[in-house]
T-cell receptor, first 116, second 110 residues
């Protein structure tokens, strides 16, 4: 099992450019999540998908969109990148549904994004 | 509102020293509690979790945590740290949502 995989690992964008971060899990989990990690702020939830076909906003959704392509894949899109979106992005999955993520969440390796 | 507070931003220890990281949360209802660890350059991994039962929880790599409901705390402990414990540690609380603390960077000097 690969667990949770993310691509790319690193990305540099210019302000205004768009890009999609990809995430896939092979654990047959129902729920998937996107977080951003910033120094001194821990992890903040951007969007989550409780189950295939549903998505909901988390704590910091502005400037992002998501797609739950199927049960395995959950992508995060930045339509017009801004320097404030410079961060490390983590995808996670869990068996439980909703924003509560009551069960253990399994994390991917992260994508380090820099917006110039 | 629900929030998680980790007391220490950066802790520096020598090998064999004891470690205790504080975590307090604010939420009046039932909670599930987690400690995650992020080793340099790696993704977050679960150290231990508490859902119910014995409030003293043992995790991987010799870590343990104690849930004290009256103090809204879930402190992480390890009696004797190793250099390989250098990492960032996150407390997470699930009340009506999953919230992470800001993290504590632990540096263990050989």
């Amino acid at each position: 099992n690969a667990g949770v995989t993310q691509t790319p690992k690193f990305q540099v964008l210019k302000t205004g450019q768009s890009m999609t971060l990809q995430c896939a899990q092979d654990m047959n989990h129902n729920s998937m999540y996107w977080y951003r990690q910033d120094p001194g702020m821990g992890l903040r939830l951007i969007y989550y998908s409780a189950s295939e076909g549903t998505t909901d906003k988390g704590e910091v959704p502005n400037g992002y969109n998501v797609s739950r392509l199927n049960k395995r894949e959950f992508s995060l899109r930045l339509e017009s990148a801004a320097p404030s979106q410079t961060s490390v992005y983590f995808c996670a999955s869990s068996e439980a549904g909703g924003a509560t993520g009551a069960n253990e969440q399994f994390f991917g390796p992260g994508t380090r994004l820099t917006v110039l | 509102a629900q929030s998680v507070s980790q007391h220490n931003h950066h802790v520096i220890l020598s090998e064999a020293a004891s470690l205790e990281l504080g975590c307090n949360y604010s939420y009046g209802g039932t909670v599930n509690l987690f400690w995650y660890v992020q080793y340099p350059g790696q993704h977050l991994q679960l150290l231990l979790k508490y859902f119910s039962g014995d409030p003293l929880v043992k995790g991987i790599k010799g870590f343990e945590a104690e849930f004290i409901k009256s103090k809204f705390s879930f402190n992480l402990r390890k009696p004797s740290v190793q250099w390989s414990d250098t990492a960032e540690y996150f407390c997470a609380v699930n009340g009506y949502k999953l919230s992470f603390g800001a993290g504590t960077t632990v540096t263990v000097r050989a």
